[in-house]
């Protein structure tokens, strides 16, 4: 018997929770969850001969989620919801001149090469 094409293209996804627990020490709560749980349980009674109980849950999805298609710009979302036009910030001009009004306190690459250069201020304090 041959298989369609789609069996073997069809999105498949699997995973599994578990935790684990010990009748004396915890009872029915759980105490160890994720994917050690079990290995813990099994150490645990290991180590103090208690009884130790350990659940699995197989979780198999096929297929995925489809694409929301109703959003595809989160600005134009916003500007929806409020009413308004989506606005932007105009870009920097990299061939712009640099600020004139660096201080010394600016890092070195935000000051002109003239204001590095210019003398610095002597100290009058007496």
């Known amino acids: 018997m041959k298989l369609p094409a789609e069996f073997y293209n069809r999105p498949t996804s699997t995973s599994r929770a578990v935790m684990a627990g010990c009748f004396i020490c915890g009872g029915m709560d759980a105490i160890w969850t994720g994917p050690n749980a079990q290995g813990v349980a099994a150490r645990h009674h290991d180590a103090t001969r208690h009884q130790t109980w350990c659940d699995v849950a197989m979780m ?62 002597e100290n009058t304090l007496s």
């Open 60 to 121: 198999i999805r096929y297929g995925r989620e489809a694409a929301d298609d109703r959003q595809t710009d989160i600005e134009a979302a916003i500007a929806a919801s409020s009413g308004e036009r989506p606005g932007s910030l105009p870009l920097s001009d990299p061939d712009a001149p640099a600020v004139s009004t660096a201080d010394v306190s600016a890092p070195r690459a935000a000051q002109s090469r003239h204001l590095r250069s210019r003398p610095k201020p």
